[in-house]
């Protein structure tokens, strides 16, 4: 870090804001406009905006206040309709006389050449003095523009010349009355890099392919269209590297300076190909400026050279001596140049990327920097969490959300929306226009139609449409923009949605999001200190609505014979007496409201692998409310119970419309239209995961190895390069082919890896949703459900710098140790767990370990709340439920004959209602209680006589045998199981 800053004198920002500039998008010259007058600084921008400042120093104000811009600086600001790549003053008029010293305008085109006389225009009072542009000439060009080199070719008095390096190294000559001739340099190939040229030697010079400089006198590029296989370079040194910018400076009567920045060095050469110094950079170099302090005759001439790097330092230095090093606080400069202004002499004007124009001047004032105290203090993570609610309390605090609702109420006034999508599936749909795969367009999957109608009520700035879905589908209109809209248009939008690519959905959802700026919006502000409201009018207020509809299920589901026996068994409770129990009301898509049938069969479509069906079956029971959904993949259940969830959601709401409804939620809050059953497939979950997590460290191996094959191939191109031409290269050749063969292989690898990332992302998604899905519809307290979801969001993600599993892993901690399902008793457990948070390194063990334990204890609780609910309610109503045969398993009579009477009835009964046998499937397979049952409901495995070998109570028998507490339930899983 440099000591010191470059001191600000003036500065402003230019009208593009855009990086569109480079080196040669800054000028600081003079046009004899005026007597006794100082520089003008000019910026060109790529997009055509053309801007003339004229600084100078306000009396009243000191220098080190740094003087900003003020409107009277600015003369000239015009927009040409064409990028400017160069910027150039001299005496291009071919009617000047020769005492004439007013110089005229330069700009290079991309294809042209432009030629203005610049014209003062007198303020008037207060205001300034303007420049207008007088067009003098325009020459066209047949090729690419890249730069511009003026002078006196010939050594021509009075009048000067310019030649244009077009991209393909052709070399065109103008003078004032046209083309003079054109010109190729020798050589296979030409980089397209600037030309410089030297007035005292009337001498070209150009960057070779080579890395070589080469000199070409202007007398041999005259008679090079005559006989161009005839001139050679005067002379040409090997620089050794790229050039960055290059200029020619006169420092003495009998020689000029070549100054060349390279990429790594800082070479002056004399102009006849000798070195005369070259200095190392241990920085890289953006730009320079190189000049002469004084007049080159004279013994006592210094040549000052300043150079920028990319951290924003700015050196100076004499000949190979740095004399001075200063620090730019903002982004570094791309252009700099040195101006004598009104006010400062010698100031460095600058240029940055984005258009940042300053000035300024080389200060003595010191920057100090202290460098701050490391916190080396351990993170606390209940300290941090208070930290946090404080924070949550203020922000609330501050922010006032009564009118929320009203904003909200009038946005959808303003902006009326009406979004559908058709039950109706279409077979014949046109794949080829709607650009879809050819994996995708064989299996000729069905698609649907949708509408969505758009009215306005206010006048509407701007409006985009969105729509959001699932991995897998799209929209033949994904983003739509309307401009000026207004009041009472009406859009209508017909849209199609199909399968894009064959992956696993997890949802059926189309939500589509409209964000619309309106031109004039009402709101209100409460002032608490005074205790009114004012309403006032407010413009551009940005606002958002959400509409959400859902794709018929028969668009990725086909009618199959139902499956009597499957992996995954997922059970279903209607609660509400309401809600008829028929696979009518639940999918209407396959079974129409007269066709009573228990058992339905569905095959998914995509991703339509014809060597393993997908089969997903829902069966209701003859005899009870129970709903069962079995499947041996996971991938097809998250439509399917999404569609149960909705029907029992939207049964509910229109149940709350009537007054009975009412009054019995008001009596009991937490009656659900529909209860899952206490049973999660917790390790085809988890073995999503585990797929999920190796392909992702597959990944990374991949990505290790094809990284060490491309140092290889960097290696070898590099012993090409440097092997000299007498000794063979078929061998280093050989090599380099078959590590590009190796690279190429590797990579088709990595790409692979990729697809089946993308397809193990899917399933992980629709096993995550599962787990969501049926969570909610558990008998547990809703603030652990809605943890749960907080945590558990899909769709997920994985990132270039962490996987899903790295992402997912503080939040897991943190559900698995503190909130709702904690295992903490006490103070110090917390205090102990808080060090095993934080990882330095991801540990998968840990992470997986966690997610098991997670889901177990949600499965527990609700086992254990569902079992206490019908104890309540049996003894409430005060009915005895008969009693069913103990079905004889391991250890079971036994731990019947040791329980209480009044507990082994409970047990009875509890075990009655989890049964999950329904009478409309013939089920070989009847579904027993074993020990893995008896840990969901609560029982601890070692049941027995309290007495152990010892003889001393067993610490893990509770007394009497009774059912766990709570607190018992979130204890260590290690203790327990």
Same mark, same amino acid.
């Given at each position: 870090?440099?000591?010191?800053?470059?001191?600000?004198? *003036?500065?402003?920002?230019?009208?593009?804001?855009?990086?569109?500039?480079?080196?040669?998008?800054?000028?600081?010259?003079?046009?004899?406009?005026?007597?006794?007058?100082?520089?003008?600084?000019?910026?060109?921008?790529?997009?055509?905006?053309?801007?003339?400042?004229?600084?100078?120093?306000?009396?009243?104000?000191?220098?080190?206040?740094?003087?900003?811009?003020?409107?009277?600086?600015?003369?000239?600001?015009?927009?040409?309709?064409?990028?400017?790549?160069?910027?150039?003053?001299?005496?291009?008029?071919?009617?000047?006389?020769?005492?004439?010293?007013?110089?005229?305008? &330069?700009?290079?085109?991309?294809?042209?050449? &432009?030629?203005?006389?610049?014209?003062?225009?007198?303020?008037?009072?207060?205001?300034?003095?303007?420049?207008?542009?007088?067009?003098?000439?325009?020459?066209?060009?047949?090729?690419?523009?890249?730069?511009?080199?003026?002078?006196?070719?010939?050594?021509?008095?009075?009048?000067?010349?310019?030649?244009?390096?077009?991209?393909?190294?052709?070399?065109?000559?103008?003078?004032?009355?046209?083309?003079?001739?054109?010109?190729?340099?020798?050589?296979?190939?030409?980089?397209?890099?600037?030309?410089?040229?030297?007035?005292?030697?009337?001498?070209?010079?150009?960057?070779?392919?080579?890395?070589?400089?080469?000199?070409?006198?202007?007398?041999?590029?005259?008679?090079?269209?005559?006989?161009?296989?005839?001139?050679?370079?005067?002379?040409?040194?090997?620089?050794?590297?790229?050039?960055?910018?290059?200029?020619?400076?006169?420092?003495?009567?009998?020689?000029?300076?070549?100054?060349?920045?390279?990429?790594?060095?800082?070479?002056?050469?004399?102009?006849?190909?000798?070195?005369?110094?070259?200095?190392?950079?241990?920085?890289?170099?953006?730009?320079?400026?190189?000049?002469?302090?004084?007049?080159? *005759?004279?013994?006592?001439?210094?040549?000052?050279?300043?150079?920028?790097?990319?951290?924003?330092?700015?050196?100076?230095?004499?000949?190979?001596?740095?004399?001075?090093?200063?620090?730019?606080?903002?982004?570094?400069?791309?252009?700099?140049?040195?101006?004598?202004?009104?006010?400062?002499?010698?100031?460095?004007?600058?240029?940055?990327?984005?258009?940042?124009?300053?000035?300024?001047?080389?200060?003595?004032?010191?920057?100090?920097?202290?460098?701050?105290?490391?916190?080396?203090?351990?993170?606390?993570?209940?300290?941090?969490?208070?930290?946090?609610?404080?924070?949550?309390?203020?922000?609330? !605090?501050?922010?006032?959300?009564?009118?929320?609702?009203?904003?909200?109420?009038?946005?959808?006034?303003?902006?009326?929306?009406?979004?559908?999508?058709?039950?109706?599936?279409?077979?014949?749909?046109?794949?080829?226009?709607?650009?879809?795969?050819?994996?995708?367009?064989?299996?000729?999957?069905?698609?649907?139609?949708?509408?969505?109608?758009?009215?306005?009520?206010?006048?509407?700035?701007?409006?985009?449409?969105?729509? %959001?879905?699932?991995?897998?589908?799209?929209?033949?209109?994904?983003?739509?923009?309307?401009?000026?809209? &207004?009041?009472?248009?009406?859009?209508?939008?017909?849209?199609?949605?199909?399968?894009?690519?064959?992956?696993?959905?997890? @949802?059926?959802?189309?939500?589509?999001?409209?964000?619309?700026?309106?031109?004039? !919006?009402?709101?209100?502000?409460?002032?608490?200190?005074?205790?009114?409201?004012?309403?006032?009018?407010?413009?551009?207020?940005?606002?958002?609505?959400?509409? @959400?509809?859902?794709?018929?299920?028969?668009?990725?589901?086909?009618?199959?014979?139902?499956?009597?026996?499957?992996?995954?068994?997922?059970?279903?409770?209607?609660?509400?007496?309401?809600?008829?129990?028929?696979?009518?009301?639940?999918?209407?898509?396959?079974?129409?409201? +007269?066709?009573?049938?228990?058992?339905?069969?569905?095959?998914?479509?995509?991703?339509?692998?014809?060597?393993?069906?997908?089969?997903?079956?829902?069966?209701?029971?003859?005899?009870?409310?129970?709903?069962?959904?079995?499947?041996?993949?996971?991938?097809?259940?998250?439509?399917?119970?999404?569609?149960?969830?909705?029907?029992?959601?939207?049964?509910?709401?229109?149940?709350?419309?009537?007054?009975?409804?009412?009054?019995?939620?008001?009596?009991?809050?937490?009656?659900?239209?529909?209860? !899952?059953?206490?049973?999660?497939?917790?390790?085809?979950?988890?073995?999503?995961?585990?797929?999920?997590?190796?392909?992702?460290?597959?990944?990374?191996?991949?990505?290790?190895?094809?990284?060490?094959?491309?140092?290889?191939?960097?290696?070898?191109?590099?012993?090409?390069?440097?092997?000299?031409?007498?000794?063979?290269?078929?061998?280093?050749?050989?090599?380099?082919?078959?590590?590009?063969?190796?690279?190429?292989?590797?990579?088709?690898?990595?790409?692979?890896?990729?697809?089946?990332?993308?397809?193990?992302?899917?399933?992980?998604?629709?096993?995550?949703?599962?787990?969501?899905?049926?969570?909610?519809?558990?008998?547990?307290? +809703?603030?652990?459900?809605?943890?749960?979801?907080?945590?558990?969001?899909?769709?997920?993600?994985?990132?270039? +710098?962490?996987? *899903?599993?790295?992402?997912?892993?503080?939040?897991?901690?943190?559900?698995?140790?503190?909130?709702?399902?904690?295992?903490?008793?006490?103070?110090?457990?917390?205090?102990?767990?808080?060090?095993?948070?934080?990882?330095?390194?991801?540990?998968?063990?840990?992470?997986?370990?966690?997610?098991?334990?997670?889901?177990?204890?949600?499965?527990?609780?609700?086992?254990?709340?569902?079992?206490?609910?019908?104890?309540?309610?049996?003894?409430?109503?005060?009915?005895?439920?008969?009693?069913?045969?103990?079905?004889?398993?391991?250890?079971?009579?036994?731990?019947?004959?040791?329980?209480?009477?009044?507990?082994?009835?409970?047990?009875?009964? @509890?075990?009655?209602?989890?049964?999950?046998?329904?009478?409309?499937?013939?089920?070989?397979?009847?579904?027993?209680?074993?020990?893995?049952?008896?840990?969901?409901?609560?029982?601890?495995?070692?049941?027995?006589?309290?007495?152990?070998?010892?003889?001393? %109570?067993?610490?893990?028998?509770?007394?009497?045998?009774?059912?766990?507490?709570?607190?018992?339930?979130?204890?260590?899983?290690?203790?327990?199981?």
């Amino acid at each position: 870090m440099s000591l010191f800053n470059v001191c600000n004198w *003036w500065h402003t920002q230019c009208s593009d804001l855009e990086e569109n500039y480079d080196s040669a998008s800054l000028l600081c010259v003079r046009f004899g406009l005026e007597d006794n007058e100082k520089d003008y600084v000019l910026v060109g921008s790529h997009s055509g905006t053309l801007t003339i400042f004229y600084p100078h120093l306000d009396q009243g104000r000191r220098v080190e206040d740094g003087n900003a811009f003020r409107a009277t600086d600015l003369l000239l600001e015009v927009n040409l309709k064409k990028p400017i790549l160069g910027i150039y003053a001299g005496r291009f008029s071919g009617g000047q006389l020769a005492n004439e010293k007013n110089n005229q305008l &330069a700009l290079l085109h991309p294809r042209s050449v &432009a030629i203005y006389k610049l014209q003062c225009i007198g303020g008037v009072a207060e205001h300034g003095t303007q420049l207008r542009l007088h067009s003098l000439a325009e020459y066209k060009l047949q090729r690419g523009a890249l730069a511009l080199t003026k002078g006196s070719f010939g050594r021509v008095k009075g009048r000067e010349f310019f030649c244009i390096t077009h991209l393909d190294g052709t070399l065109t000559f103008h003078e004032q009355d046209g083309i003079l001739y054109e010109c190729q340099l020798p050589g296979n190939r030409a980089l397209p890099v600037p030309v410089a040229y030297c007035e005292r030697t009337d001498s070209f010079l150009r960057f070779t392919a080579g890395w070589n400089l080469e000199c070409f006198t202007y007398q041999d590029l005259s008679h090079s269209s005559l006989n161009r296989s005839e001139f050679q370079p005067s002379w040409s040194v090997c620089i050794g590297e790229g050039v960055v910018d290059m200029c020619v400076v006169q420092t003495k009567t009998s020689s000029s300076s070549i100054m060349i920045l390279g990429e790594r060095n800082f070479i002056s050469l004399t102009d006849d190909g000798l070195v005369d110094f070259i200095l190392k950079l241990d920085y890289t170099p953006r730009c320079f400026h190189s000049f002469v302090i004084g007049y080159y *005759w004279e013994p006592g001439a210094r040549l000052i050279t300043a150079i920028v790097s990319d951290t924003g330092k700015l050196f100076i230095y004499e000949s190979a001596n740095i004399i001075w090093a200063a620090q730019y606080e903002d982004d570094a400069p791309i252009a700099i140049q040195r101006s004598n202004l009104n006010g400062l002499a010698g100031g460095i004007v600058v240029l940055g990327s984005t258009g940042q124009l300053r000035i300024g001047y080389l200060g003595s004032e010191p920057f100090l920097f202290k460098v701050p105290a490391v916190n080396m203090e351990e993170l606390s993570f209940t300290q941090a969490h208070k930290e946090l609610q404080q924070l949550e309390e203020e922000i609330r !605090a501050a922010v006032d959300v009564t009118d929320v609702e009203d904003i909200n109420k009038r946005a959808a006034d303003e902006m009326r929306i009406h979004f559908t999508i058709k039950s109706v599936i279409s077979d014949d749909v046109d794949m080829l226009m709607l650009d879809v795969p050819a994996q995708v367009a064989v299996k000729e999957l069905p698609a649907c139609s949708g509408l969505l109608k758009l009215r306005c009520k206010q006048e509407v700035a701007e409006l985009q449409v969105v729509f %959001n879905m699932a991995e897998g589908i799209r929209c033949s209109q994904d983003t739509i923009t309307y401009v000026d809209m &207004a009041v009472g248009q009406v859009e209508t939008l017909e849209l199609d949605f199909f399968v894009e690519d064959l992956l696993h959905l997890h @949802s059926a959802r189309v939500d589509v999001v409209i964000s619309f700026i309106s031109m004039k !919006a009402c709101a209100r502000i409460s002032e608490l200190t005074e205790d009114l409201t004012v309403d006032f009018l407010l413009q551009g207020i940005p606002r958002v609505l959400q509409q @959400s509809a859902y794709l018929p299920l028969n668009m990725f589901f086909k009618l199959r014979q139902a499956q009597k026996t499957a992996n995954i068994k997922l059970t279903y409770n209607i609660m509400s007496s309401s809600l008829i129990p028929k696979l009518s009301v639940f999918f209407p898509d396959f079974v129409m409201p +007269e066709n009573e049938i228990q058992a339905l069969g569905l095959q998914l479509l995509c991703p339509g692998d014809e060597k393993c069906e997908e089969i997903v079956t829902i069966v209701l029971a003859k005899n009870s409310n129970r709903l069962r959904i079995q499947s041996d993949t996971l991938e097809t259940l998250p439509m399917i119970l999404e569609r149960i969830m909705r029907v029992a959601m939207e049964h509910a709401h229109e149940s709350k419309t009537s007054k009975l409804k009412r009054v019995k939620n008001a009596q009991n809050p937490r009656v659900k239209t529909i209860m !899952a059953n206490p049973v999660l497939p917790i390790h085809s979950i988890l073995h999503k995961i585990d797929l999920h997590r190796e392909t992702q460290e597959n990944i990374q191996k991949q990505t290790l190895k094809l990284d060490l094959l491309l140092e290889q191939f960097k290696t070898l191109q590099r012993k090409l390069q440097d092997h000299s031409e007498d000794e063979s290269k078929e061998t280093i050749v050989m090599q380099i082919e078959e590590n590009y063969d190796h690279l190429i292989a590797e990579g088709d690898k990595l790409m692979e890896i990729r697809k089946l990332e993308k397809t193990q992302r899917c399933d992980l998604t629709c096993a995550i949703s599962v787990a969501t899905s049926l969570i909610s519809a558990l008998s547990v307290e +809703e603030k652990l459900v809605n943890v749960f979801c907080a945590v558990f969001c899909t769709p997920i993600n994985d990132w270039t +710098e962490l996987s *899903w599993e790295e992402s997912m892993s503080p939040g897991i901690d943190m559900l698995h140790h503190y909130g709702p399902l904690n295992r903490a008793k006490n103070n110090e457990t917390a205090a102990a767990i808080e060090t095993n948070v934080t990882h330095a390194n991801f540990d998968y063990t840990r992470f997986r370990r966690h997610m098991l334990s997670i889901f177990e204890r949600i499965q527990r609780i609700a086992a254990t709340t569902e079992a206490k609910a019908e104890e309540t309610t049996t003894t409430v109503v005060g009915k005895t439920q008969p009693e069913k045969e103990a079905v004889d398993i391991s250890g079971l009579n036994e731990l019947l004959h040791v329980l209480p009477s009044e507990q082994r009835s409970n047990f009875a009964k @509890s075990r009655m209602v989890r049964r999950s046998t329904l009478e409309a499937v013939e089920d070989d397979d009847e579904e027993e209680y074993d020990e893995e049952d008896l840990r969901n409901v609560g029982y601890k495995k070692e049941f027995g006589s309290q007495q152990n070998k010892t003889g001393e %109570n067993s610490e893990w028998v509770n007394e009497n045998y009774e059912l766990p507490s709570s607190e018992e339930l979130f204890s260590d899983l290690g203790i327990w199981w």
